[in-house]
């Protein structure tokens, strides 16, 4: 029988999920499938039991839900307690487990995806939300020299500080950064609206690598400001591949090959 997964969210016609885990499936020759799911905003809780209930074997969750998940799992894996939300659901044996891929998926789109190395770099990461504070722990296990995070609201960075306690973690205001740094991660939603975080322009060097979280057909204004810098520039679409392929894995047990499906989402955009 095939085995059903879901994304759930709220709005959901967007998501580009299905997209990629109809490929992942069709490229492993897993009988799985996978759908979307609008649940209210306020009825996260009964759409995920109802789905349960159905049959459903797991579910990755997207806006507005990831805390909702996380408080709803039943035993959550180390990364999706660090990360303080859950995007992957497993159902298994009357249990629901939450796991959280995104982190994984930005270190190894950085690092396999762009072929760009962290371990002994200077890295500056924008933002203390939700996703920022997903990407602290896999970042620190690549063995950063120093990992800064700045923040508008500095005690937001100041309190994910204090919480990862690590030797090469230190929180900033932006208007106290100084140097240049080997690689800049936008983790803000500043980009949604087209804004750009007060990032000093002194944090690029032609040997910086730029990465923003937001995707699209352009290049964010994030990445424009980076570019012209001289920095080189990523946007977030290998993230979004990698956490689905990292949940693909936690699901079968098989991981799939993200190089084809990334350059096909691209062609698509
Ligand atoms: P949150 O709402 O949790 O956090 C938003 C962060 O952005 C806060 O640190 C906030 O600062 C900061 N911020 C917002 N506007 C500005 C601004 N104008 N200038 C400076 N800082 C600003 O959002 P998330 O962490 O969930 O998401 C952040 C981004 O990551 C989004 O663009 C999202 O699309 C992207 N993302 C991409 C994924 C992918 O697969 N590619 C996966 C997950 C997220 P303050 O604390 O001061 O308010």
Known sequence: MTDRYVVIGNPIAHSKSPQIHARFAQQTGEDIAYDRLLAPVDGFDAAVREFVAAGGRGANVTVPFKLDAFALADERSARADAAGAVNTLKFEAGRI???????????RDIVAGAGVSVAGKRVLLLGAGGAARGVILPLLAEA???????NRTVAKAEELVAQFAHAALNASRFEDLSGTFDIVINATSASLSAEL????ASAFAATTFAYDMMYGAQPTVFMQL???????????????VEQAAEAFFVWRGVRPDTAPVYQWLRAQL
């Open 226 to 240: 980076a570019a012209r810098h001289g920095a080189a520039v990523r946007d977030g679409l290998g993230m979004l």
């Open 197 to 200: 975080p007060p990032v000093p």
């Open 144 to 150: 950063p020299v120093e990992l800064t995070i700045a």
């Open 97 to 107: 487990i939450g796991d959280n891929t995104d982190g994984v998926g930005l270190v």
